[in-house]
């Protein structure tokens, strides 16, 4: 990837499983939610279930207001490490918490300080990676989040069909503190070397691919924004229509993504499952999301924007799909033995299909059109997707609990699905035309 590729190594491992640590404190609410509901001492609801994940998300919001700034000013290294470490705390004393207030208040606090992680990578990935490689960077580190979410399930899963959810909790938090100190030694804030890429070439036949990768690293070291103040990068931000439309793609893929929390609770009682079966089975769309992302790294960075359009929008073509099969599934009178299986396919590629663009698109555009604010606009562009997502965890919960109980919470995710079809096509379109722009401009007709 560099010229220190021992170095490139060292940092993209140590991101790899330092986020995967935060992710796995993030995920223990989803794995251990249908225990806890099973758990008769707690007395909690669905809808408690569903106020949980809000106010989590709501935390998770407040906390991309708070990480973004501080991650610009002092740098990816601190903002990720002490993520790491209090998202490690803050599961401790949510295993601890005795009723359902000490509980929202604690989940808020970790989805908070999990909300560190990726402007903490975004500020990384800038200084370490030659922007022509960001794809497949963020694909890589994308597939932390995903596949330590589909460990965790089953490991921890598999622990709650003996254990306590409680002692579960506190073995998460043990891991996530042992990574902090591995963590601590080997991630670096910056190259020695503050030039390291500019002699670097793009290698590939394409024209259009090796103007853009010189047009990229271009901007990477004389950015518009270079030298400018917090509030000048804020100004420049909301003034711009680009950035406006990532903020609306994001907060309806967030929505999609967001359908995860509900993925257990969904399958034991929609399939009569225990709850250790239905967090086993429910690892079938952290499976599908990671095996998208694998496949993003070995295309995203081969494709040009419009490409990039034409796939991306496919995909989320294909997760309405993959919706509407399971709204309607139940009218085609299949066994019950055939349903299960067809769910859980419909279920990995619905997953499969929004998580290259919901981690990609918006990474990438993050660290080259925010260049030092990277970290508040990839936070901002988060917030207002977590806004997003604390509204569906609010209503998809009461629509779960509600008369029409599953199928109304589908209606819900189908109209959400088709809204992420438009807003995926639109920012990608206008990523090509600016792409299309800055080429003909930094090479002018004869």
């Known amino acids: 990837m560099s010229k220190s590729p021992p170095q490139q190594i060292n940092i993209l491992v140590s991101m790899y499983l330092g986020y995967a640590a935060m992710m796995i404190c993030r995920q223990m609410v989803t794995i251990l939610s249908p225990a806890m509901l099973a758990d008769d001492t707690l007395g909690l609801t669905k809808t408690n279930l569903g106020d949980f994940a809000a106010y989590g998300t709501l935390g998770a919001l407040a906390g991309k207001i708070i990480w973004g700034p501080l991650a610009d000013k002092f740098g990816g290294r601190f903002t990720f490490l002490l993520g790491i470490f209090l998202t490690a705390l803050f599961i401790i004393a949510f295993g601890l918490s005795p009723n359902i207030i000490a509980f929202t208040g604690f989940l808020f606090l970790l989805y908070c300080t999990k909300s560190s992680g990726w402007p903490g990578m975004t500020k990384l990935v800038g200084e370490w990676y030659h922007p022509q490689h960001y794809g497949r960077v963020w694909s890589i580190l994308a597939t932390s989040s995903r596949f330590s979410v589909v460990l965790a399930t089953l490991f921890f899963g598999w622990l709650m069909s003996f254990m306590h959810w409680r002692i579960v909790a506190f073995i998460s938090a043990i891991f996530a503190l042992v990574i902090f100190v591995g963590c601590y030694f080997y991630l670096k804030e910056k190259p020695e070397n503050p030039r ?237 035309i600016a792409q299309k722009q800055g080429i003909e401009l930094n090479n002018p007709p004869s």
């Open 196 to 432: 390291l890429f500019i002699e670097d070439r793009c290698n590939t036949d394409s024209p259009e691919l090796a103007n853009a990768s010189k047009k990229a690293l271009n901007n990477k070291y004389n950015h518009p924004l270079k030298g400018t103040r917090t509030l000048d990068g804020l100004i420049a931000f909301a003034k711009s229509p680009r950035v406006w439309l990532v903020v609306i793609m994001l907060m309806v893929l967030t929505c999609m993504m967001a359908f995860l929390d509900f993925v257990a609770i969904y399958l034991m009682e929609s399939y009569q499952l225990t709850p250790s079966q239905a967090a086993l089975a429910s690892t079938v769309f952290p499976v599908g999301s990671l095996t998208g992302l694998l496949a993003s790294i070995a295309f995203y960075d081969r494709f040009s924007k419009q490409g990039i359009r034409t796939v991306l929008t496919t995909a989320l073509t294909l997760s309405l799909l993959s919706v509407l099969t399971l709204q309607y599934l139940p009218l085609f009178n299949f066994s019950a033995e055939l349903n299960y299986p067809i769910a859980l396919g419909a279920i990995f590629l619905f997953a499969f299909s929004i998580s290259p663009a919901y981690y990609l698109p918006m990474s990438i555009f993050s660290i080259e059109y925010g260049g030092p604010h990277s970290a508040m606009l990839v936070c901002l562009i988060d917030a207002f997707g977590f806004a997003a997502s604390a509204t569906f965890a609010f209503i998809g919960g009461r629509l779960a609990d509600s008369t029409g109980g599953w199928s109304s919470f589908m209606n819900m995710l189908i109209l959400i699905s088709a809204v992420g079809i438009i807003s995926v096509w639109a920012f990608m379109q206008s990523e090509y």
